[in-house]
């Protein structure tokens, strides 16, 4: 039970570039999301899905993209970097609402 | 929507002595508050949970408290050790979907 994985590790991006982050779970969840977290600071969500075939935003979806086309996986893609999209995301999961939810190791992003 | 407010934002003790960290939340239909602890370039973990029909939870050195009345709950850490040294953030869920709003975070050094 590997839980939820995320891929790559680390990235650097050029401004402007597109990329999509991976995220996958096998513990199948139903509800997955996306945070963000700059340096120093809290979670910010950017989009959250309750099942396949459904997502919404979260507080700051602009400049990323989502889908969810099976349980498992749930990637997130940015179009057309910027460097205020630098930070490290994290996918998380959780089997239902009000339940804690199981963070993948996170994606380091750094776009120049 | 929900407001999360965490307090303090630092906080040091010694070894052995006892840690507790507040939130306080404005909606007063979210029912289910977790707590995270991230070490230093890892992924957030949550180690304790409480829901609203429950006004305390213990499992070994922490506890959760929660205070549905003035919409307050903390974190209590007992015989603090050094690997406790992290950041922990609080939460709370609520809404139809699962909406959760996470704290600003404390950071917690425990000095040997």
């Known amino acids: 039970n590997a839980g939820v994985t995320q891929t790559p590790k680390f990235h650097i991006l050029k401004i402007g570039q597109s990329m999509t982050l991976q995220c996958t779970q096998d513990?199948?969840?139903?509800?997955m999301y996306w945070y963000r977290q700059d340096p120093g600071m809290g979670l910010k969500l950017i989009y959250y899905?309750?099942?396949?075939?459904?997502?919404d935003k979260g507080e700051v979806p602009n400049g990323y993209n989502v889908s969810r086309s099976t349980t498992e996986d749930f990637p997130l893609r940015l179009e057309l970097a910027a460097p205020s999209q630098t930070s490290v995301y994290f996918c998380?999961?959780?089997?239902?609402?009000?339940?804690?939810?199981?963070f993948g190791s996170g994606t380091r992003l750094t776009v120049v | 929507g929900e407001n999360v407010e965490q307090h303090p934002s630092t906080l040091s003790v010694q070894e052995g002595d006892s840690a507790v960290i507040k939130c306080t939340y404005s909606d007063s239909a979210s029912n289910y508050f977790p707590w995270y602890k991230q070490e230093l370039g890892k992924r957030p973990q949550l180690i304790i949970d409480?829901?609203?029909?429950?006004g305390e939870k213990k499992d070994q050195r922490i506890a959760v408290t929660l205070n549905k009345t003035a919409k307050h709950f903390s974190l209590h850490i007992t015989e603090t050790q050094p690997e406790d040294s992290a950041v922990y953030f609080c939460?709370?869920?609520?809404?139809?979907?699962?909406?959760?709003?996470f704290g600003t975070g404390t950071k917690l050094q425990v000095i040997p």
């Open positions: 899905s309750v099942g396949a075939g459904i997502t």
């Open positions: 939460a709370a869920t609520s809404g139809g979907y699962q909406k959760v709003t």
């Open positions: 409480i829901r609203s029909n429950v």
């Open positions: 998380a999961s959780s089997p239902d609402r009000a339940y804690g939810y199981t």
């Open positions: 513990m199948n969840h139903n509800y």
